[in-house]
């Protein structure tokens, strides 16, 4: 007579994230369950225009929040439904993140650089010592970071805008990856700056 071993409710919540990842260690029907439950996940990452590799930032992000709610005494009754909701709650709140970081970053780049600037950042507004520290930090950027932030906020290109000019030079992206890329870039362009600042002053 075989024992089955039954697993405490953090060993079993453990197994039901590891099953989205090892789908087919799975019988056939309940590694369907868990690859659809991947995908719906994914699916919605799409909607919300977020990158398909960010699934996994979600899925651990969910996993932290439910070993959180075991520790707590809470119960998980049905595991797939709970990481199912609990990883859109995730996906929505990473949304709002970026839409807020983008914000800030739009504004940043706006409140620097003058109307007169945007042909060239070696205009005479450039005497003004902010836009001439955001010159360097530019300078200071990858050359490809350098070039998406000139398409976007210096030539105000749009993301599909972006994505045709660099297929044109031999450079094929997706639009959610050169939004990313974008997202990078203006953070640390933001870094250079203010580090920038802080040496001036």
Known sequence: ???????????KFESAVKNLFNQTSLETKEAKYYAALFNVIKS?????????DQIYEVINETY???????ESGQE???????IRGTSFNVIREMSREQKK????????????????????????????????????ALQKLEPKDNKLMVLRHIEGLSWQQVVSHLASNGEVVT???????????????????????ADHQ
Do not use: C, V, Y
């Open 44 to 52: 919605k990452l799409r909607q919300f225009n977020l990158p398909d």
């Open 101 to 136: 970081q983008q914000s800030w970053d739009s504004n940043f780049i706006e409140h620097q650089l003058a109307p007169e600037a945007s042909n060239s950042l070696s205009s005479a507004n450039s005497k003004d010592e902010d836009l001439k520290l955001l010159e360097l």
């Open 1 to 11: 007579m075989t024992i089955k071993k039954t697993l405490n409710p953090r060993k």
């Open 175 to 197: 639009e959610a990856s050169a939004r990313q890329r974008g997202n990078r870039a203006l953070k640390r362009l933001r870094e250079n700056f203010f580090e920038l600042k």
């Open 64 to 70: 932290l929040r439910g070993i959180k709610r075991l």
């Open 76 to 82: 998980i009754k049905n595991h797939r439904a709970w």
